[in-house]
């Protein structure tokens, strides 16, 4: 039994590393799930890179295709380009919440059409006079 746990976590790593390369930012990590629909057979893949010091968006290039949720929270992100997460055509949920964005160019989201949410929360520090 235990040798067959064993067998199953090497596959599900080697499943998991083809369908989530290596990403360049050491601080990130990817996850890949199976879909939950009966008809679809593909690959769902998460990428978080949760308070990595971020000071940009990643290049859609370096991230796989078949992302459909990307966690860039609690970075030092200011802008949003034209065309930032352009070819991640699943993308459903994005997350670019505690960032200190203050300009989105118009084409930001571009090509975004399976978005489903888009976090922007921005912590404010509040001061309080008594």
């Not at 968006?57 to 380009?81: C, D, E, F, R, Y």
């Not at 975004?112 to 976090?119: F, G, N, Q, Y």
């Amino acid at each position: 039994m235990k040798a067959l746990l064993v067998l199953c976590a090497a596959l599900a790593g080697a499943w998991s590393s083809r369908d989530c390369p290596a990403l360049m930012i050491d601080s990130c990590h990817c996850a890949a799930e199976r879909s939950k629909e009966f008809n679809r057979q593909s690959v769902r893949v998460k990428v978080v890179c949760d308070d990595a010091d971020l000071t940009e968006t990643m290049q859609p290039g370096s991230l796989p295709n078949t992302t459909v949720s990307l966690i860039l929270s609690n970075n030092k992100i200011s802008a949003l380009k034209n065309n930032s997460f352009l070819g991640l055509r699943a993308l459903e949920r994005l997350d670019l919440s505690s960032n200190l964005i203050s300009r989105i160019s118009p084409g930001a989201f571009h090509d975004l059409t399976a978005l489903r949410r888009l976090d922007l929360f921005q912590q404010q520090d509040w001061l309080f006079l008594c």
